[in-house]
């Protein structure tokens, strides 16, 4: 019996790591936490490519999601996949110098916010809380009765850095 489940969200950079201890030895619920979390990276890379900048639309179609098993648990990556991505990211209106150009400044704006920087980052922080209460309910729905005693947690992971 596991003392408690948790389920941690990390920024890294141009990602979000989302890692679950799901070691409870039910491999069906860890396929189930799977299967959550991959519809969360997928979400989340769909929302992050509409708050991108467009010229080429290179950038866009570069961002995508991967999930994996790491030995801590699974994660969820959010990316985007451009020399220029990083730049973008960190460095365009309106959390950055420089400007959009004349086609992303003409793209609707997103629940979200405007197309612009922090296009992945803002995505992630306007849904978290989202995405840690939909984590948790599926973690509840799925675990067997009495396997967690306490909480579930469902928390950003809180690491120095990106």
Do not use: W
């Not at 004349?102 to 980052?121: C, D, F, L, M, W």
């Amino acid at each position: 019996m596991a003392d408690r489940f948790d389920v941690e969200v990390k920024e890294t950079g141009m990602g979000l790591r989302i890692v679950t201890n799901a070691e409870l030895g039910q491999a069906q619920l860890v396929l189930i936490v799977e299967a959550a979390m991959d519809a969360i990276g997928k979400h989340a890379a769909k929302r992050s490519k509409l708050n991108a900048p467009i010229d080429t639309g290179r950038l866009r179609k570069s961002i995508t999601h991967r999930t994996k098993r790491i030995s801590t648990g699974i994660e969820v990556t959010i990316r985007a996949d451009t020399p220029y991505a990083l730049k973008m990211h960190e460095q365009l209106t309106p959390f950055g110098p420089f400007n959009l150009g004349p086609r992303s400044a003409s793209q609707p704006g997103t629940e979200e916010g405007n197309v612009g920087g922090k296009y992945i980052e803002r995505v992630v922080n306007f849904h978290l809380q989202n995405y840690q209460r939909a984590l948790g309910r599926v973690i509840e729905e799925n675990l067997p009765r009495g396997a967690v005693k306490g909480k579930i947690i469902v928390r950003p992971i809180n690491e120095g850095g990106a």
